[in-house]
């Protein structure tokens, strides 16, 4: 695990659907600084994103509502998200999780499932910054979305 003096908090800054795509991108922005950058996520996961940006819970639990019950269910909370390594144009993620004995376990992930679990969980989204420091630009309001996979 990354040491906290080297994670910087995250925020998602927007999510990209394109039509006819099966890949779509979410852009996360430093909370705190001016980089961002942006991954490649499924049509899946980008739904289930802006569900829970927008406040929309299905009538039936979907994968990610499911996990998230099955965590709390365990008597367990999403204590953070960190994004943590980037390695031939894919990101690493673990969710950390913290027991009802205030243990701490990080669990591997892919960062749009990660990212999910964040938002649903109102927790922490940070980064490396060593792959901040790979992956950041200054945002100018015009993010060329290369093709970094998750």
Known sequence: MTS??????????????????????IYLSES???????IVIGSNEAGEILRVVRGEEPVRPLTHQLCYSAIEALGANVERVDIVD???NTFFAQ???????GDCTAVD?????????A???????????????QAGT?????????????
């Open 119 to 133: 938002l649903r969980a109102r927790c922490p989204l940070r980064v490396a910054t060593t792959v901040l420091d």
């Open 138 to 150: 200054e945002e100018d309001g015009k993010p060329g979305f290369p093709g970094q996979a998750s």
């Open 4 to 25: 906290d003096s080297a994670m910087i908090e995250m925020v998602l800054g927007r999510v990209v659907f394109q039509d006819g795509s099966s890949h779509q991108y």
């Open 86 to 88: 980037l390695r031939e």
């Open 95 to 101: 969710v950390v999780l913290r027991g009802a004995g």
């Open 109 to 117: 992930a892919r960062p749009s499932d990660a990212i999910a679990l």
């Open 32 to 38: 705190q600084g001016k980089r961002g950058f942006p």
